[in-house]
Structure formats: structure tokens, C-alpha cells
């Protein structure tokens, strides 16, 4: 059996996204089919557009999203249908090296679903990190389903699917912020607000936001941070210097993705102290960095690629701690849209004024 539902394709690049009736096959062995009830809009969706990432046209945009199984595969005892369900881009094989050795949460060789969904005249799709969910329903690999509590809003759970959990990730995986530490984010965007939220929740004493933008600044507040740094007034590695005893912080998490912002994170972290590279640079892009100081400043220069995260152990404890009250991720929902929205929320974001638009269902 297949299913016919609406969906948003990107159909070629830089052309505005439609909305099309696709197919969608019953799961097979290691499948699930998810009825999609949120999916947020990320800045990777307009990256395949704009044929920023390859030219694979036409594209089911969409990623970063929380649903219920209808149904699964063959043999598939992981997820039952009916469970409430975070879909995640990297679903871990289990054998390679990294998995092998007990770090899942690096594994080397993640896995989507086999089927491939298509337009209704039978054009395969490729679905937007491995999900494409601005569609009613989508087929993915079970490991990509992460049950979670069903009291969440879907629209706030989806977003741990990408962005959110890259930030918090940033700081509670890799940067292992801890009690008591000062953290820096340079760059308040959905990702950098994010790791704001996680070094509060890891305990971090200073949370210092820095950012082009005002307003960026205002939100960077409400999400956690202790204090702010217009970097566009003055040098913010001064500015973080000076909040921090004139030492700078113990962990800066880079959430731009560019060589002179990472050299501010470089420069504004105290000696011994850790720098997160998870903002995503382009490939022209160099870093130059006396080799003395990369050497005599110690300490640890990481990337976080999707927050480190490891779905099965993140996404459950992150969904309790935001039913308690302690982590706020309706926060980042600045506005729910309808599923022929998507081109509009892409426009939006330009404007800077928006954490997350989330498509609901
Ligand atoms: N210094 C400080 N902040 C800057 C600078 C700069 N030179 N340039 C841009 N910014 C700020 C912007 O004002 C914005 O608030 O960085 C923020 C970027 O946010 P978004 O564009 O919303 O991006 P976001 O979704 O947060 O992702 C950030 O992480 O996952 C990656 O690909 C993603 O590289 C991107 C980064
Ligand atoms: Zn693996
Ligand atoms: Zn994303």
C-alpha cells in the first residue's frame, strides 16, 4: 500500500517551494511511517533550495519535526505505532568503529529508510537530511524515531530534532559546561540561543550572549543569558575579558560559523579553556591563528556537529526537563504557520526577528 499526502518539494535551485501531492510506501523491515504533527523551519532546508548542499532536485524539504507511528516494518520492535516520536538525522548503525567502542553519538555510518518517497508521477525524492517532514506523513529509518512524553507540545519537541539540540548540545555534550563556569555564545540565532539554554541548564554561572544585533540581544536574555555584548559597538573579546575578572570565559561556544567570529572565541576564552565550533562555515573560508598561541593558550578547540548528541539519551531527558519547567523550549516557537508557509517563513528569516517558524499540522 502507499499513501498519498501534501507536501513541501524544492523542485529546483533558487525556485520558490511547492506544494505537491507525494508517495509515501508502507514502512518496510526497519521503517516507520510518522504522521507528522510539527516540523520547524531551519536554515538547512533553504541551504537545499538554494542548491547549497547538492543538486539532488527535487528535495521533500523539512527536518526538524515530532510526530505519532502509524505504522512500522517488518519485524520492527523498536517504536509501535501510537508512539509520540522525535525524528532525528542520525539514526546510529551499531557497528562501526564508534558505535563498537561504546560512542554511539559519533557513529560513522547513520542510516535513513531504504524506500524512497516520490512525486506522483514517480520522480524519486531526496528528503532533506535523510526525514522530510513539511509533508503529512514521511518514511524513515527506525532509529530515527526517538519516543518521548506525549504531554509535549509537538511543535516545541520537533525543534530538539535539529537546531535547539545542536545549541544545547554545544554546551552540555561537547563544551561540558559545568557548575559555577562562564560561558560565552557569539552568535544569538536559534542555535546560539540554544546553547545559552543548555550552559544554564548545565549550571553555568555567566551565560554572556554576543551578537550584531539588539533585538537578537533582547531574545538571548529571555532564553538565559546573564549579559550581553553588542559586538558591532566594540571588541567583544574585551567585552568578555572584562565580565569575567579580566580572564574570559571558561567555554565559548562559536554559533556563526565564521573565521573572525571563531577568532573572537579563540581569543575570549580564559587559558585552559574550551572553544565549540557549531556554527557551520562555508568551504572557502580559512582560519589563520599564530601557532604559538593555538599552543601556549592550552585548553581544547572542538566541533559540535549536531551537538553531539546521542537521540536515545538526549531527547527523553531534554523533553522532561522542559516539562518541569526548567528548560523553556516554547521559547524558540516565535510563530506556528501553516504548511504552505514555508517559502514565506524562508523570506522571514532574513529579517532576523525570528528564532524558529513552525509548521503545524
Ligand atoms: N558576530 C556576532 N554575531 C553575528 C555575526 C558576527 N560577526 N554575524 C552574524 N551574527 C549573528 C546574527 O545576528 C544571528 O543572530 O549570528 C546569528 C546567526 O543566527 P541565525 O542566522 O538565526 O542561524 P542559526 O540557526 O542560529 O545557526 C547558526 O549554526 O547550525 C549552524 O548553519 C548554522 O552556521 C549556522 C549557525
Ligand atoms: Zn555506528
Ligand atoms: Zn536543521
Redesign the pocket.
Known sequence: MTHQVRAVVARGKGAPVSLETIIVPDPGPGEALVKIEACGV???DL?YREGGINDDFPFLLGHEAAGVVESVGEGVTDVAPGDFVILNWRAVCGQCRACLRGRPQYCFNTHNAKQKMTLTDGTELSPALGIGAFAEKTLVAVGQCTKVDRAASAAAAGLLGC?VM??IGAAINTGNVGRGDSVAV?????????AIAGARLAGAATVIA????DR?LETAKKVGATHTVN??QGD?VEAIRELTGGFGADVVIE????P??YK?AFYARDLAGTVVL????TPEMKLELPLLDVFGRGGALKSSWYGDCLPSRDFPMLIDLYLQGRLDLDAFVTETIALDEVEKAFER?HG?DV?RSVVVF
Open positions: 531551519c536554515h538547512t541551504h537546531g545542536a545549541g557569539i552568535g544569538c540565532g536559534g542555535v546560539g540561543d540554544a554576543v551578537d550584531i544585533d537578537k559586538s558591532k567583544p554559533a556563526v560559523g565564521r573572525e567570529t573572537q557549531v556554527g557551520v562555515p528569516m532576523g528564532l
